[in-house]
């Protein structure tokens, strides 16, 4: 249905233009994936332009969908989702909620809970920082989708051996909250075993705040390596327990790592520069 109304009103004569956040379903496979990229072959010849978030997106979605012209595919970064002025914030005791000492280092999971975030293999390289920095905490904050189970991570915390130092925060973070999250975290964890880009880091660089990432997608662009964070690779919890610890035991690191965090929210993925890649390409349309 979706294709044919597209065809119709680019024969009309509108300039169609898309971003595409995601090229592919993240959390399906098999035949639900391959019926979903065929659907979307139809729909994305429709469109004079299309926007992909990073480099290495563009690269898959040219795989994905070889019959799409690459000149109509352009690379833009995902900007900051903080909606909200400093004075609209809410002014909450994070640490007094959760139980967590005024010393102890908290580690922040931040985003909708999936499989396919690795949050599994987080907690697996939490045990490891555990044994090594018992004081530390680690906070699983954001929205359970529906293929999570109720207590799911709190049960595989548990068998673990580091419920008591794990706090699941299952639900929705309002936004007046993002600044009180980010405020409580020394680094910000995306433990992604498969991911296009992330709106959690970039709320995690708006605040200031190091992110660790994996090398998955369009994320190895975003995360200067030493500089706004680390990157290691997709489920290897001893490489991300190795970064987490490194970040933990040496707060002046993190706090530099974040420092330059924040000055890339306010330049290289300012909305404004990823805008001004899109209005050229529009314009360059129109022109025509």
Not at 87 to 98: G, S
Not at 123 to 145: C, E, K, M, W, Y
Not at 223 to 229: A, D, I, L, M, N
């Amino acid at each position: 249905i979706e294709a044919p109304f597209l065809w119709y009103l680019r024969a009309r004569g509108m300039t169609l233009t898309d971003v595409v956040h995601e090229p592919e379903i993240r959390s399906a496979s098999g035949l639900r994936w391959a019926v979903d990229v065929r659907l979307y072959r139809g729909v994305y010849r429709c469109f004079d332009a299309l926007f992909l978030h990073g480099e290495a997106n563009c690269r898959r979605f040219a795989e994905l969908y070889p019959r799409v012209p690459a000149a109509r595919v352009h690379a833009i970064q995902m900007g900051s989702l903080v909606i909200l002025d400093p004075d609209e914030e809410r002014d909450v005791d994070l640490r007094a909620r959760h139980g967590f000492t005024p010393e102890a280092p908290v580690v922040v999971f931040f985003g909708t809970l999936l499989p396919s975030k690795g949050i599994e293999d987080l907690l697996q390289a939490f045990v490891t920082v555990h044994a090594a920095r018992p004081d530390a905490r680690l906070l699983i904050a954001g929205n359970p989708s529906r293929l999570m189970e109720d207590g799911e991570l709190e049960g595989v915390a548990d068998r673990l051996g580091v419920g008591d130092v794990v706090t699941v925060d299952a639900g929705y973070v309002p936004n007046e909250e993002l600044g009180a999250l980010m405020g409580l975290a020394r680094v910000v964890v995306l433990p992604y075993r498969s991911a296009t880009a992330s709106g959690a880091l970039q709320v995690a660089y708006a605040y200031g705040r190091p992110v660790i990432a994996t090398r998955v997608g369009g994320l190895p662009e975003v995360v200067e390596e030493g500089e706004s964070g680390l990157v290691v690779a997709p489920e290897s919890p001893d490489e991300l327990a190795e970064a987490i610890l490194s970040l933990v035991e040496d707060p002046g690191a993190a706090e530099r790592m974040g420092a330059h965090a924040l000055e890339l929210s306010r330049t290289r993925f300012a909305w404004a520069t990823a805008a001004g890649t899109i209005l050229t390409v529009c314009r360059g349309i129109t022109s025509r």
